[in-house]
């Protein structure tokens, strides 16, 4: 017999969120929400010293449009938790905004909107990558640690007091272990050679993970500091307080059409995953290409990180139509959307992270202990793909359960 998904978007539904809003009243209230947590989140960044400027003063010098309305309507702004804490937010109400606008946009004013999407998922992506370094790098090195079972390296001891605060203020919700094991651990034999060149292939990987970072910082700073991104945040203020709808007749279409839209491009970018192979322990054919010496992206993985997109417009839909936050206007949860979003996570993670070790094996002029600590551990991350890859499957094919 088969099972029924119960869904908010479908009207039939046997249980699910309250009633849907009718017309884009909604809409326009989620975008005026975001709007507001996007400048709040800029307000407390410049507020903890993190901008551009160490004042958070505009180049003008002034305060941007946006942090200044903020200010003359929500009056005092509560105590910043700091500058990571603050572009995380900032990213997040980016993202939100980018997609939502992407997912609604017949009902918004089409010039604007497709004006405003692309400079919206500019700021998100460059904010983004500053983290993304630094997690990849712990990630890496944490492997390093598990497979060569020697003592921390030097990379780790120097940022052994700042990484555990940064990873506490910036760790998404706790993860769903993988559901298959991903590691196979190395032979005593071969662990002892993984030991000798496991140190060097650290701290290169330090050097060019750290390098990478410390140029994603100073183009964040750049950008929070260009005349792009002020014209950004002067937008956003603007849409705080209006929503630049199509027409008269938007007000009164009706979202779960569009909302349903996102739902079957998900449902048909997952169709298309070859979660038969997902479903096995072992994947020949991504381990294969990935000891290539071809450095072009793995072809197995854009499939993946399209899912997680997809599935990242899916719940901002949904976010939508509840009316609230990601735990809906009735405190609800999909379990299943939540779990097959930490999987895709995990899954561009450590793909991410392969592709990493894999660049670093190719430094010229190596030494052969060092590219064999290097392969090791592309091949341990790539098993970690896999691992999320039957998270993933496996959490998707669960009947949807709402807490």
Do not use: C
């Not at 790098?137 to 120097?158: I, K, T, Y």
């Not at 190596?366 to 998270?391: C, F, K, M, N, S």
């Amino acid at each position: 017999m088969a099972q029924r998904h119960l869904d908010p978007t479908d009207p039939t539904a046997a249980a699910g969120p309250p009633p849907v809003p009718a017309g884009g009243d909604a809409l326009a209230d989620y975008l005026r929400a975001q709007a507001t947590e996007f400048l709040r989140a800029l307000r407390l960044h410049r507020e903890s010293g993190a901008g551009a400027h160490g004042n958070g003063a505009h180049p003008s010098g002034a305060h941007p449009s946006g942090a200044g309305a903020l200010d003359r309507g929500r009056g005092p702004a509560p105590a910043p938790d700091g500058p990571v804490d603050a572009a995380r937010a900032l990213r997040r109400a980016a993202r939100r905004l980018s997609g939502t606008l992407h997912t609604f946009q017949p009902l918004l004013d089409a010039e604007w909107a497709e004006a405003m999407r692309p400079e919206l998922a500019w700021l998100s992506g460059t904010l983004a990558l500053e983290h993304a370094y630094a997690s990849r790098l712990d990630r890496l090195l944490q492997a390093l640690h598990r497979l060569s079972g020697s003592a921390a390296f030097p990379a780790q001891q120097q940022a052994g007091r700042a990484a555990p605060a940064r990873a506490a203020a910036t760790a998404d919700p706790a993860p769903v272990a993988p559901l298959a094991p991903s590691v196979t651990r190395p032979s005593p034999a071969d662990r002892g050679n993984l030991t000798v060149g496991a140190a060097k292939a650290g701290a290169l990987l330090d050097r060019q993970l750290t390098l990478a970072r410390t140029r994603a910082h100073s183009t964040a700073l750049q950008a929070l500091g260009s005349s792009r991104f002020h014209a950004v945040a002067d937008k956003v203020a603007l849409l705080a307080s209006e929503v630049p709808l199509k027409d008269t007749a938007a007000a009164a279409a009706d979202l779960r059409p569009l909302a349903a839209a996102a739902r079957d491009r998900l449902t048909d970018a997952v169709a298309a995953l070859p979660l038969v192979t997902a479903g096995n322990p072992y994947n020949a054919q991504a381990l294969v290409h990935g000891l290539s010496p071809d450095p072009a992206p793995h072809p197995q993985d854009a499939q993946w990180h399209q899912v997680r997109l997809l599935l990242r417009l899916h719940r901002y839909a949904l976010e939508v139509l509840a009316g609230a936050d990601a735990d809906g206007a009735d405190g609800t949860t999909d379990v299943r959307l939540l779990a097959a979003g930490e999987a895709l996570d995990r899954h561009r993670d450590a793909s991410e992270a392969a592709a990493a070790a894999a660049q670093a094996a190719r430094t010229p002029r190596i030494a052969p202990a060092t590219a064999y600590a290097l392969g090791v551990l592309h091949a341990d991350q790539r098993h970690e793909v896999e691992a999320a890859r039957y998270a993933f499957q496996h959490s998707w094919r669960k009947e949807p359960i709402r807490l």
